[in-house]
């Protein structure tokens, strides 16, 4: 199982950007799946998560601005971020949680860099 995460980049502030990641493996359909962050200096911490029947949840530090978007034909998930602000600034992680009778998996992608100047 890989989580392969892409998309990030420099963005001016109130800007957008797609972040995207392709979970190969045949998991992606037993997954809840979801994007973190971390800023230099921070503890890790979500910023949006999907179940695997499609509810989403985010914290409210990116609510209304970031939508996660699961696409199980392509094995993809996606987030979208708009109004984009200088504490937005870390690297992106996605995550996979592969649940089955027996165990729980949690799978990471490399990171993907988000700056947003200020």
């Known amino acids: 199982v890989q989580l392969q995460a892409s998309g990030g980049g420099l963005v001016q502030a109130g800007g957008s950007l797609r972040l995207s990641c392709v979970v190969s493996?045949?998991?992606?359909?037993?997954?809840?799946v979801g994007w973190y962050r971390q800023a230099p200096g921070q503890q890790r911490e979500w910023v949006a998560v999907q179940a695997i029947g499609g509810a989403k949840n985010y914290p409210d530090s990116v609510k209304d601005r970031f939508t996660i978007v699961r696409d199980n034909a392509k094995n993809t998930v996606y987030l979208l971020m708009n109004g984009l602000k200088p504490e937005d600034t870390a690297v992106y992680y996605c995550?996979?949680?592969?649940?089955?009778?027996?165990?729980?998996?949690?799978?990471w992608g490399q990171g993907t860099q988000v700056t947003v100047p200020s």
């Open positions: 493996g045949d998991i992606f359909s037993q997954s809840s």
């Open positions: 995550n996979a949680v592969h649940v089955t009778a027996r165990a729980r998996t949690n799978y």
